[in-house]
């Protein structure tokens, strides 16, 4: 079963934690001397930082197939719209409308102010 947007970010927060205690950790390690722990604790922190950029990444799909579905289901909709719909927070919206854009899988009106997005023919 995939994993709820909610649990993604709590795995966000967590793992962000991780990797700063861990950045701390190597820094402290790497002034202490040579050791073992000094060999493991990048390699763990490199880890800590794929595990985030991945849950980044889930986040960030998960985001535009919501406002996919949102744009499918309704047809057009302004930000606004989208986000209460879709049950995402206008930022969110608004940075995936640009993935989305830049990919050519919806198109915006030309109205600069409150663009009407839709998905592309």
Avoid: F, K
Wanted: hydrophobic share 50%.
């Amino acid at each position: 079963m995939p994993a709820s947007r909610r649990q993604l970010r709590r795995a966000a927060l967590a793992t962000a934690a991780t990797t700063a205690a861990l950045a701390a950790a190597t820094v402290i390690l790497a002034l202490s001397g040579p050791g073992r722990a000094t060999a493991i604790a990048p390699v763990a922190l490199a880890a800590s930082v794929l595990t985030l950029y991945w849950i980044s990444l889930s986040l960030d799909a998960d985001a535009d197939g919501a406002v996919l579905g949102w744009l499918d289901q309704h047809g057009e909709g302004r930000i606004d719209q989208i986000a209460a719909g879709a049950a995402l927070r206008p930022a969110t919206v608004r940075l995936s409308l640009v993935r989305l854009a830049r990919s050519r899988a919806v198109t915006a009106s030309n109205d600069e102010q409150n663009p009407v997005y839709r998905l592309a023919d």
